[in-house]
């Protein structure tokens, strides 16, 4: 029985160890640390961005992002509905109002059009939402001209959850670096991984250095412990930014990895009825992070869950596509500016394992395990 094929597992390459190695040797075993200054400084490189701040996982990122912001009681922040929790649970940390924006059905992210509808709604009202959280999900930029386009007209500040699209692209630049700040993952799903960690990116020097003051328990300048605001113990571990500069190093390599997987699955399942992919908007580059897929029961003839489940069998991880946040029992309280897209999508989405080590027996197994289900239904159904 062949070892169980995990949907987005973590791909050490070879400089990791001696990075780590070398932070145990000069016994920079601590939450801050030359790994820590040089990780920030080849990050903020690599995305084109003036500042990065190494936190402790990119939903604290977003955290910080969000209060460095300002935002609390009676502000909303409209965030993408179809995405993981932790783009939402910041909102409500700082005791503001999410609301909910469905997704566009070319790219899976925010439909500016709905953005569009929840502030011109809140103007006819005299009011504003304060911030908008687009999503990159799965490795693609959302619209982000357009979005930004409907921030500055109406004084919406935009906070980019990137957490899934490090290495994508929106028309050359990196997501994260189009609003006032951008935050980054680097979970052990992630392209890249720290184990644990995540990135804030900003141009605003004041930004980083709040954030950075923020992560650190918040101590004002003094000999002694001194503190003028509430803080965190948010900062990337020393240790942890070893691992981090080792693995962007790949990053190039693993975006053109993933790719590939994609590609190969493309080829073999693309013919399959009622099978689509999700499809890459023409404005920049997808790093297909995780293949996505839809599966149209009426066409196929099996739902996406007989596909998990027959893959399961084999163990091999597959997921539906995330459900969206208006559909979680835990936000139902809020609004929500559409939802049939991204309710649908979790209906018929599902993502195939993607990890950028996997070899060609690994997508053929895979393959082998979906069309083995096309198979039966078919043959099922013409007798
Ligand atoms: C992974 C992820 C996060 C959170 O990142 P962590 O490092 O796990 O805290 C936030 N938003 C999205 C969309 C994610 O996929």
């Known amino acids: 029985m062949p070892d169980r094929l995990y949907l987005s597992p973590p791909h050490i390459g070879p400089d990791e160890l001696a990075l780590v190695t070398e932070a145990f040797k000069t016994n920079w075993v601590a939450p801050v640390g030359p790994h820590v200054d040089a990780f920030e400084r080849e990050f903020a490189a690599y995305v084109g961005v003036e500042h990065a701040v190494a936190l402790s996982s990119g939903t604290a990122a ?10 609390g009681p009676g502000d909303e922040v409209a965030v ?56 990159h999900l799965y490795g693609q930029t959302a619209d982000l001209d357009a979005l930004v386009a409907l921030c500055e007209r109406y004084g919406v500040t935009m906070v980019e959850d990137a957490a899934e699209a490090l290495g994508a692209t929106y028309r050359d630049r990196s997501p994260g670096t189009f609003g006032r700040a951008g935050i980054f993952s680097f979970n052990g799903n992630k392209i890249i991984t720290t184990s644990g960690g995540g990135m804030l990116v900003t141009d605003r020097a004041e930004t980083a250095a709040h954030v ?17 605001e509430v803080g965190y113990n948010y900062r990337l571990s020393n240790v942890l930014a070893g691992i981090g500069r080792g693995q962007l190093r790949q990053l190039d390599a693993r975006v053109a990895a993933r790719r590939r997987v994609f590609d190969a699955y493309v080829d073999a399942l ?43 069998a084999d163990d091999v991880e597959a997921r539906p596509v995330w ?52 198979g039966t239904r078919t043959s099922r159904s013409a007798g």
């Open 62 to 71: 977003l955290h910080l992002a969000l209060r460095d912001l300002g935002i």
């Open 212 to 228: 950075k003051k923020m992560a650190t328990q918040a101590r004002d300048a003094a000999p002694h412990y001194e503190h003028s």
């Open 270 to 312: 693309g013919d399959l009825p009622g099978v689509d992919f999700m499809p890459e908007a023409a404005w920049g580059t997808h790093t297909r992070w995780l293949t996505c897929l839809t599966i149209d029961p009426e066409a196929a003839g099996v739902t996406r869950e007989d596909v998990r489940l027959a893959l399961e």
């Open 80 to 135: 993408s509905d179809l995405t993981f929790c932790a783009s939402v649970n910041p909102i409500l940390y700082e005791g503001a109002t999410p609301v909910f924006v469905d997704s566009e059905c070319r790219s899976w992210n925010l439909d500016p059009n709905l953005v569009e509808d929840l502030f011109r709604n809140r103007a006819a009202r005299g009011r504003q939402v304060t911030a908008l959280v687009p999503v």
């Open 323 to 374: 459900k969206p946040m208006h559909l979680q029992p835990v936000y139902a309280q809020y609004e929500t500016v559409g939802g049939a897209v991204s309710a649908d999508l979790f209906d018929r989405g599902l993502c195939l394992p993607s990890g950028s080590a996997m070899t060609e027996a690994d997508v053929e197994r895979v393959v082998h395990g979906v069309k083995s289900v096309f």
